[in-house]
């Protein structure tokens, strides 16, 4: 919560196939960062953990979105 007693909303999203959200908390700093699938950061976000009042996490869907398929090969 801020000074004027506001409080915002911040989504972390994976923005592509392949890259997925994590979360890593110390005593006092919040960190969700979006990781690609070779394991590096796109980017990062960093919150005061005194300061966050709820962080929900949504699971990935069942079933892909069509931009998330990746064409598989096979041998012929």
């Known amino acids: 919560m801020s000074q004027d007693q506001d409080t915002r909303t911040y989504e972390v ?6 890259r997925k959200v994590t979360i890593t908390h110390s005593r006092s700093v919040i960190e969700v960062s979006e990781i690609t699938r070779g394991g590096s950061t796109v980017r990062t976000a960093r919150f005061l953990a005194s300061r966050v009042l709820a962080l929900v996490e949504h699971p990935a869907a069942d079933t892909p979105l069509p931009d998330e398929l990746t064409p598989s090969l096979h041998s012929a």
Do not use: D
Request: hydrophobic share 50%.
């Open 13 to 18: 999203v994976a923005t592509r196939a392949g």
